[in-house]
């Protein structure tokens, strides 16, 4: 599990393809402690495992369901990518509870000025909309957010300095492609409705 906190931004420093996935490669000095094989890290939102460690470059292999889900399987050498490691007993939960498991990839759609801060509009998948509420959290590219307006078919949110100075959201603009997470609450209250042949 992890909280949508962010500790910084690793930078892609290898994506090799093997049989169908993917090997990646990061450097990844803003970890707060060193990994070890087998750990959890939110890469871009999605929980990958540990397999290669090398100083503090650590690669991840992708599986196909990563790659067709996430926009993981797009990055290139160079590239920079959110980063957080799992939670551990007796962390502090800040953000929300985030799985790592991506529902899908939205596209920023406009950015606009909010004082100091900047209202991002994205366009999400219609079958993901109806997990979506005012005030609700949600999770962009492994960013814990608050959600502040809904419409037809997207929805926005507004960015403070800091999160745009810690995340790739500095470097992001309109036509980008983002990995979404919805709420988890949201997602096992719609499964368990449907089990019961409600409606939602």
Same mark, same amino acid.
């Given at each position: 599990?992890?909280?949508?906190? @962010?500790?910084?931004?690793?930078?892609?420093?290898?994506?090799?393809?093997?049989?169908?996935?993917?090997?990646?490669?990061? *450097?990844?000095?803003?970890?707060?402690?060193?990994?070890?094989?087998?750990?959890?890290?939110?890469?871009?939102? @999605?929980?990958?495992?540990? @397999?290669?460690?090398?100083?503090?470059?650590?690669?991840?292999?992708?599986?196909?369901? !990563?790659?067709?889900?996430?926009?993981?399987?797009?990055?290139?050498?160079?590239?920079?990518?959110?980063? *957080?490691?799992?939670?551990?007993?007796?962390?502090?939960?800040?953000?929300?509870?985030?799985?790592?498991?991506?529902?899908?990839?939205?596209?920023?759609?406009?950015?606009?000025?909010?004082?100091?801060?900047?209202?991002?509009?994205?366009?999400?998948?219609?079958?993901?909309?109806?997990?979506?509420?005012?005030?609700?959290?949600?999770?962009?590219?492994?960013?814990?957010? !608050?959600?502040?307006?809904?419409?037809?078919?997207?929805?926005?949110?507004?960015?403070?300095?800091? !999160?745009?100075?810690?995340? !790739?959201?500095? @470097?992001?603009?309109?036509?980008?492609?983002?990995?979404?997470?919805?709420?988890?609450?949201?997602?096992?209250?719609?499964?368990?409705?449907?089990?019961?042949?409600?409606?939602?």
């Amino acid at each position: 599990m992890f909280t949508g906190l @962010v500790q910084g931004t690793g930078m892609v420093r290898g994506a090799e393809l093997r049989d169908g996935d993917l090997r990646l490669a990061i *450097e990844a000095t803003v970890l707060a402690t060193p990994p070890a094989l087998g750990d959890s890290i939110s890469v871009n939102g @999605v929980c990958l495992t540990v @397999v290669e460690i090398e100083g503090a470059r650590l690669s991840f292999d992708l599986s196909r369901e !990563t790659l067709d889900r996430s926009t993981l399987g797009g990055l290139r050498e160079r590239d920079l990518v959110n980063l *957080e490691a799992a939670l551990r007993v007796g962390d502090a939960l800040g953000g929300h509870m985030v799985s790592g498991h991506v529902d899908g990839i939205a596209t920023v759609v406009a950015i606009e000025p909010d004082a100091r801060a900047q209202r991002w509009f994205f366009k999400l998948p219609p079958e993901l909309m109806r997990f979506i509420a005012p005030k609700g959290s949600i999770c962009i590219d492994g960013v814990s957010l !608050t959600v502040n307006g809904v419409g037809a078919d997207g929805f926005d949110v507004a960015l403070i300095p800091h !999160t745009l100075a810690v995340t !790739t959201f500095g @470097v992001r603009a309109a036509g980008d492609r983002v990995n979404v997470e919805v709420d988890l609450v949201a997602r096992y209250l719609d499964r368990l409705l449907a089990a019961r042949g409600v409606q939602p």
